[in-house]
């Protein structure tokens, strides 16, 4: 059974992950204690715990989101990139019979769905079973809290359309393949191509939101 502070902090770990919360957002403890109806003491302790991963930075009220240059996000992706095509690697290597049919089962679900959200989640879940697949807790544990900080800098904004995870149903196939070929060199490669193309979808959507935030009002001197 999760405790209240395990609670909070992964529903406000997945607000953070989702786009839930402006760039400006502040989170104050006694705001948020009042809207979980608990005390202070697990909000504080949920939010440090956000804060020891990257996500928030204290202010002189509480937590805001950890801003991060462009630069910054991009090292974000390039290390994610690579620790996923390791696992890649890894899962070719180390992979199961349960395992492959679970990445076909989840693809295969993926695309049969037509809410874009749906197909998302099922592709989450792909991603999942491959790292799972590597058997090297390191390597998942460090992708676990890599994920959350590419998704605060760059929350994925899901698309209307079915038809637009096309290519990414064709990269996922791909890696598929090369684990099931147990091709561990096919597996990365293709893995970090998919990861590429994913960076530049993310990159697009955020600058496009920086393009349609209003712009920060000045303060008189």
Do not use: C
């Not at 070719?92 to 874009?116: I, K, T």
């Not at 792909?126 to 959350?148: E, I």
């Amino acid at each position: 059974m999760k405790s209240t502070r395990d609670t909070i902090h992964d529903e406000l770990r997945k607000r953070l992950t989702s786009g839930y919360y402006p760039p400006d957002a502040s989170l104050v403890p006694l705001a948020l204690s009042e809207e979980f109806a608990v005390s202070r003491t697990p909000v504080r302790e949920a939010l440090a715990l956000l804060e020891r991963d990257g996500l928030l930075v204290p202010t002189r009220r509480g937590f805001a989101l950890r801003p991060r240059s462009d630069d910054e996000m991009l090292e974000l992706f390039q290390i994610q990139a690579v620790l996923d095509a390791t696992a890649a690697e890894s899962a070719a290597l180390r992979r199961g019979p349960v395992e492959l049919a679970r990445l076909d089962v989840l693809l295969e679900h993926a695309e049969s769905l037509d809410d874009p959200a749906e197909i998302r989640r099922s592709l989450n879940d792909w991603h999942d079973t491959v790292r799972r697949a590597a058997r090297n807790g390191t390597v998942v544990a460090f992708l676990h809290t890599l994920d959350a900080q590419v998704k605060t800098s760059a929350p994925w904004r899901t698309p209307a359309a079915p038809d637009t995870f096309t290519a990414a149903f064709a990269e996922h196939r791909t890696v598929t393949e090369a684990i099931r070929a147990q091709d561990a060199e096919a597996a990365r490669v293709a893995m970090l191509a998919h990861h590429g193309h994913d960076r530049d979808r993310r990159i697009r959507q955020r600058v496009r939101a920086d393009r349609t935030r209003p712009p920060e009002r000045g303060t008189d001197s």
